[in-house]
């Protein structure tokens, strides 16, 4: 009969914490509320995404991109329930580019140059592609990745080369250098992708264990 009650009231429990979570996502409709309702809660459990039609292809991602702001998707596994909200919608240029990062903290100016005349030889000549150049000699956590930055606003591209006149001032497949000598840090920058609209949702995520 204890091991009977036990496991009703464990079940009752959990039906009413189900509940609670239900009606506390149904009262957020705002990115304020979101950040709001996760903040001082475990990340583990409680944490504000995005998803961006590019970056973002799987069918979760998708449903969220195509519905409409307060749009919810749940998922479920045998030991936990997710949650996902809606919170806001956007449409903001991204950009991509590709770029080799070398920190002066680490190179020897002559070494910057010397690897910069390396790239622009090579890669103008066709003998290596930029990504393998990245590779080879990025100190850019991005370098496993060609130097890639995928598409971002330009508010997440690294500080030096979030310049806007920078980047509409060259083409497609440029080549240019960057230097923030104030930081010690320097770039080969390749524009590799025109500037496009972007849909992006901000979504509020909640991991309720079963």
């Not at 009650?5 to 957020?28: C, H, W």
């Not at 979101?34 to 409680?46: L, P």
């Amino acid at each position: 009969m204890k091991l009977f009650l036990s496991a009703l009231y464990l079940g009752l429990s959990l039906t009413a914490f189900s509940q609670n979570v239900s009606k506390e996502l149904q009262g957020i409709e705002t990115e304020e509320q979101a950040e709001a309702y996760v903040d001082g809660k475990k990340k583990k459990y409680y944490q504000i995404m995005h998803f961006n039609e590019e970056n973002h292809q799987s069918k979760l991602a998708q449903d969220l991109l195509t519905g409409g702001q307060g749009t919810t998707t749940t998922t479920r596994t045998q030991f936990e329930k997710t949650h996902f909200k809606v919170v806001g919608k956007t449409n903001y240029p991204h950009y991509r580019l590709s770029y080799i990062y070398l920190d002066g903290k680490k190179n020897s100016m002559k070494k910057i140059d010397m690897v910069r005349k390396t790239v622009l030889h090579k890669h103008d000549s066709q003998l290596e592609t930029f990504a393998n150049l990245a590779k080879k000699y990025s100190n850019a956590q991005n370098a496993f990745k060609g130097g890639d930055t995928n598409w971002v606003k330009i508010n997440n591209l690294p500080n030096a080369l979030a310049d806007l006149d920078e980047i509409l001032g060259h083409k497609v497949d440029d080549i240019y250098m960057v230097s923030d000598i104030e930081n010690n840090k320097f770039y080969i920058v390749k524009k590799t992708h025109v500037i496009r609209r972007i849909k992006e949702v901000k979504v509020l995520k909640v991991i309720e264990q079963l």
